[in-house]
C-alpha cells in the first residue's frame, strides 16, 4: 500500500452498535487511531512496532510503554492521550472493552500490512541549527590502561573524575578484581595522560534487587555536597540488567537504585529497597552540571538545590530480543541535592506551563517525555525491526556554549542531541553512522575504526570555549574487529556554534575551499573510517559507503563554519568493486543554507557521468554549476552495485566566479 490509500478503517468485530467506538486503520508508517463518533478530534500514529507494545498492554492491562499515547482511566472511561501532540480520545467502557476483545482476538496485529512497511531508512538529515559543524573520529584517539564497560563519571570538588565501570576489573591489573559494577578514581585530563585506580566494586556498592539472571550495571555519577559540610558526597544509579541466557542478555532492565558515598567512593550506602522497580525510569543518567553540580543554578530561581537525572524505562538500549519495549522516549527528574537517595522526593517532568516553564510532579505515572524519538537503526542486523536510538549515554550541560547535549548511540551509530533547556526541545546535531560489523580498518595505516556504547562527555573535559571536548565510548573486545577498546577510552568532539554570515571568498580557481581551516568533511557512513580521505589533497586512497544496506541515495560533502561562494565541485571517484562503487542515478550537487540542503541550478558534468562501473576508478568528474553560496555543499545520488554503495578518493570546492 501506498501512503495515497485512504485509510481501511476498521473497528472490532466485538462492538454491539458499530458505530460509537475505537477505530484504526493500517498506514504506511504504522496504525493510525481515532474515535469514529469524534473524528475531528484527531488521530494518533503509531509507528509498527509501537502499535504493538500498545496492543500487547492493552491486552494485558499493562502500563504504558509504548512511547507514542498514554492510556488512563477516568471513572469507566479510558482516555488515550498522544504524548506528541494535543490529541486526546475518550472511549466509554462498552467502546474500550470492544477494543480490548478485538485486540485480544489478534484483529488489531496488521503482521503483513507492518511487515511490508519496512523499506529501506531515508538518510537522517540533522535537525539541530544551533551547531554548523560538528566532527568526532571514527575512532578512539586516548586509551588507558583499564579494563570494563560504560564508564559513567562525575567531577568532584576535590578535582578527580570519578567514573564506575561495568563487568571488568576497573583500574586494577588484579583479575580477582573483576565485578560487574566498580567504582575507579581518575586524574589527569586527555592531553596530559590519564591515570586511575580502584576504590570498591560489586556488593561493596550496589545490591541485585531482581530474582532470576540479573546482575548490576552502572548508570549514572554525581558529586554534590548535599550536607553543606564542604565534601561532595558521590551518588551512583545502578540497575538490574538482564545476564541471558542467550538472546536475552542485556534486555531488560527492571529496577533500579542509588548507592551514596561520603568518603569519595571508598564506601557506599546502599538503599533497603530498590527506589525504581517495574522497568520504569530504570535506566538513570544524572545531568552533568559541571564540577560538583556546580552550574545547576543556569536552571532557574531554586535550581541550584536540585540535581536533575535523566531516565529510560524498560531497557538501557533496544531490547533485541523485545522482552520488553523499546526506549523511545527520555524522562527528566530532579531531586534536592541533600536526599538523593530519598525516593520520596524525587520530582519528574510533566511539561511546561504557559510562560514555558517546567513542572513537576511527585507522581511518576504523571511524566512526560522531554525527547521522543522513534527512528531505527539498520534493520535486519542486531534486531529484525532496527535499532531504536534512545540509549543509555550521558547529558552534559556545555556551560561556554550555553547548551545541554544528550549523546546517545545504537549499537552501530552515535546520535548527538543538543537542547537550550534540560527539557529541550532536543535536536539531533550529529548522527555518526559507523556500519554494521565487522569493524575492520583497511590495515595499511592506523585502524581499525571503533563506535562504540554508552556515550558520555565529562564535563571535566569540556574546552575553556566549549568547542572541544572529550566523549567517552567504548566496545566489547574483539566483537567487530580486531582492537580491543574495552577500557576507558576517549576520542574528541569539536563543535562550531552556528553564525549567519555571508560569503566574501573572491573568484579563485586555484583555492580549494575543501581544504579551509574550518572545512568538517560528512558522509553516510565511511566503511573504512577514513573520512578524512575525502579532503586530504591526495588521490591516491579510496573510501567507501559499504555498510551492507540497500539504501537509496548516498552523499559525501563539506560543511564549514561560515559561508562560501560556490560554483565548482570535483569528485574523483575511488575504488571500483563488483558489487558497487559508482552512482547508479541522480548524481548533483546540493548546497546547505540555513540548514537546509538545496539542489543547484545548471549543473554539468564534465567527463558525462557513465552510471554504472564504468565511472571507473580514480577518474575525476568536474561538476559546475550556478554561482551560489552556502556553509554545507555535497554531492547525492543513488548508489549503484547489488550492493548500493559508492568510492570516493577526493572532493575538491571552488569559486570559479
Ligand atoms: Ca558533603
Ligand atoms: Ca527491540
Ligand atoms: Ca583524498
Known amino acids: 500500500?501506498?501512503?495515497?490509500?485512504?485509510?481501511?478503517?476498521?473497528?472490532?468485530?466485538?462492538?454491539?452498535?458499530?458505530?460509537?467506538?475505537?477505530?484504526?486503520?493500517?498506514?504506511?508508517?504504522?496504525?493510525?487511531?481515532?474515535?469514529?463518533?469524534?473524528?475531528?478530534?484527531?488521530?494518533?500514529?503509531?509507528?509498527?512496532?509501537?502499535?504493538?507494545?500498545?496492543?500487547?498492554?492493552?491486552?494485558?492491562?499493562?502500563?504504558?510503554?509504548?512511547?507514542?499515547?498514554?492510556?488512563?482511566?477516568?471513572?469507566?472511561?479510558?482516555?488515550?492521550?498522544?504524548?506528541?501532540?494535543?490529541?486526546?480520545?475518550?472511549?466509554?467502557?462498552?467502546?474500550?472493552?470492544?477494543?480490548?476483545?478485538?485486540?485480544?482476538?489478534?484483529?488489531?496485529?496488521?503482521?503483513?500490512?507492518?511487515?511490508?512497511?519496512?523499506?529501506?531508512?531515508?538518510?537522517?538529515?540533522?535537525?539541530?541549527?544551533?551547531?554548523?559543524?560538528?566532527?568526532?573520529?571514527?575512532?578512539?584517539?586516548?586509551?588507558?590502561?583499564?579494563?570494563?564497560?560504560?564508564?559513567?563519571?562525575?567531577?568532584?570538588?576535590?578535582?578527580?573524575?570519578?567514573?564506575?565501570?561495568?563487568?571488568?576489573?576497573?583500574?586494577?591489573?588484579?583479575?580477582?578484581?573483576?565485578?560487574?559494577?566498580?567504582?575507579?578514581?581518575?586524574?589527569?585530563?586527555?592531553?596530559?595522560?590519564?591515570?586511575?585506580?580502584?576504590?570498591?566494586?560489586?556488593?561493596?556498592?550496589?545490591?541485585?534487587?531482581?530474582?532470576?539472571?540479573?546482575?548490576?550495571?552502572?548508570?549514572?555519577?554525581?558529586?554534590?555536597?548535599?550536607?553543606?559540610?564542604?565534601?561532595?558526597?558521590?551518588?551512583?544509579?545502578?540497575?538490574?540488567?538482564?545476564?541471558?541466557?542467550?538472546?536475552?542478555?542485556?534486555?531488560?532492565?527492571?529496577?533500579?537504585?542509588?548507592?551514596?558515598?561520603?568518603?569519595?567512593?571508598?564506601?557506599?550506602?546502599?538503599?533497603?529497597?530498590?527506589?525504581?522497580?517495574?522497568?520504569v525510569f530504570t535506566t538513570i543518567f544524572f545531568l552533568d552540571f559541571g564540577q560538583s553540580n556546580r552550574n545547576a543554578s543556569v536552571v532557574g530561581p531554586g535550581g541550584a538545590g536540585y540535581v536533575y537525572a535523566y531516565g529510560l524505562d524498560n531497557n538501557w538500549r533496544d531490547s533485541y530480543s523485545n522482552t520488553v519495549a523499546d526506549p523511545q522516549n527520555l524522562y527528566l527528574a530532579r531531586v534536592p541535592k541533600g536526599s538523593i537517595a530519598t525516593r520520596a522526593t524525587w520530582q519528574f517532568f510533566t511539561g511546561t506551563d504557559g510562560s514555558g516553564a517546567p513542572t513537576w510532579s511527585s507522581d511518576i505515572s504523571r511524566r512526560v517525555a522531554v525527547l521522543y524519538d522513534e527512528r531505527r537503526e539498520y534493520p535486519g542486523t542486531v534486531t529484525s525491526d532496527g535499532a531504536s536510538v534512545l540509549s543509555q549515554g550521558g547529558v552534559v550541560y556545555n556551560a561556554p556554549l550555553r547548551r545541554y547535549l544528550y549523546t546517545s548511540w545504537t549499537e552501530f551509530t552515535h546520535e548527538f542531541y543538543e537542547a537550550p533547556n534540560p527539557w529541550g526541545p532536543w535536536k539531533l546535531f550529529l548522527h555518526k553512522d559507523f556500519g554494521p560489523y565487522p569493524w575492520w580498518g583497511d590495515g595499511s595505516t592506523v585502524g581499525p575504526k571503533n563506535g562504540g556504547y554508552a556515550t558520555t562527555l565529562p564535563s571535566k573535559f569540556i574546552s575553556a570555549d566549549g568547542r572541544r571536548m572529550w566523549m567517552q565510548c567504548n566496545w566489547f573486545a574483539g566483537l567487530g574487529g580486531g582492537s580491543n577498546n574495552y577500557k576507558f577510552s576517549l576520542r574528541p568532539l569539536t563543535v562550531t556554534p552556528y553564525q549567519a554570515g555571508t560569503p566574501s571568498n573572491p573568484a579563485n580557481p586555484l583555492v580549494n575551499l575543501a581544504r579551509a581551516g574550518d572545512a568538517v568533511p560528512i558522509d553516510k557512513t565511511s566503511h573504512y573510517g577514513k573520512l578524512a580521505y575525502l579532503n586530504d589533497g591526495t588521490t591516491s586512497a579510496s573510501e567507501d559507503s559499504w555498510d551492507g544496506s540497500l539504501k537509496d541515495s548516498d552523499r559525501w560533502g563539506i560543511t564549514w563554519s561560515k559561508p562560501y561562494n560556490l560554483d565548482r565541485v570535483v569528485y574523483t571517484t575511488g575504488t571500483m568493486f563488483p558489487d558497487g562503487g559508482w552512482f547508479a542515478s541522480g548524481l548533483t550537487v546540493q548546497v546547505r543554507n540555513n540548514f537546509v540542503w538545496t539542489t543547484v541550478t545548471g549543473l554539468t558534468i564534465n567527463p558525462a557521468y557513465p552510471y554504472d562501473a564504468n565511472a571507473g576508478p580514480f577518474r575525476r568528474f568536474t561538476l559546475t554549476f550556478a554561482n551560489t553560496s552556502g556553509d554545507g555543499v555535497r554531492i547525492v545520488g543513488s548508489p549503484g552495485g547489488s550492493a548500493h554503495f559508492t568510492s570516493i578518493s577526493e572532493l575538491e570546492v571552488y569559486f570559479d566566479g
Open 1 to 279: 500500500m501506498t501512503t495515497a490509500d485512504p485509510p481501511a478503517w476498521r473497528i472490532s468485530s466485538r462492538s454491539s452498535n458499530g458505530e460509537n467506538c475505537v477505530e484504526v486503520a493500517p498506514a504506511a508508517d504504522g496504525v493510525v487511531l481515532r474515535h469514529s463518533k469524534h473524528p475531528s478530534a484527531g488521530t494518533i500514529t503509531f509507528p509498527g512496532p509501537a502499535w504493538r507494545v500498545f496492543v500487547h498492554d492493552a491486552r494485558e492491562g499493562q502500563a504504558n510503554t509504548n512511547g507514542v499515547a498514554t492510556v488512563t482511566k477516568i471513572g469507566a472511561d479510558t482516555l488515550v492521550k498522544s504524548l506528541h501532540s494535543t490529541v486526546a480520545l475518550l472511549f466509554d467502557a462498552e467502546e474500550w472493552s470492544a477494543f480490548l476483545a478485538g485486540a485480544a482476538a489478534g484483529e488489531f496485529d496488521f503482521t503483513s500490512q507492518l511487515a511490508s512497511a519496512q523499506s529501506p531508512a531515508a538518510l537522517v538529515e540533522l535537525t539541530s541549527q544551533f551547531f554548523a559543524t560538528a566532527d568526532v573520529p571514527y575512532r578512539a584517539t586516548v586509551n588507558t590502561v583499564s579494563d570494563g564497560d560504560l564508564w559513567v563519571s562525575c567531577w568532584a570538588n576535590d578535582g578527580a573524575l570519578y567514573s564506575a565501570n561495568g563487568d571488568g576489573r576497573g583500574f586494577s591489573a588484579n583479575p580477582k578484581d573483576s565485578s560487574d559494577v566498580v567504582v575507579n578514581r581518575i586524574t589527569g585530563t586527555p592531553p596530559t595522560g590519564l591515570s586511575g585506580v580502584r576504590l570498591s566494586g560489586g556488593s561493596q556498592v550496589a545490591k541485585i534487587w531482581t530474582a532470576g539472571n540479573y546482575n548490576r550495571k552502572p548508570t549514572g555519577m554525581v558529586a554534590v555536597d548535599g550536607n553543606g559540610d564542604g565534601r561532595d558526597e558521590l551518588y551512583l544509579a545502578v540497575q538490574d540488567l538482564c545476564t541471558g541466557p542467550g538472546n536475552l542478555t542485556f534486555n531488560d532492565a527492571p529496577a533500579a537504585s542509588v548507592s551514596v558515598s561520603t568518603d569519595y567512593g571508598r564506601t557506599w550506602r546502599i538503599t533497603t529497597a530498590p527506589m525504581f522497580t517495574n522497568h
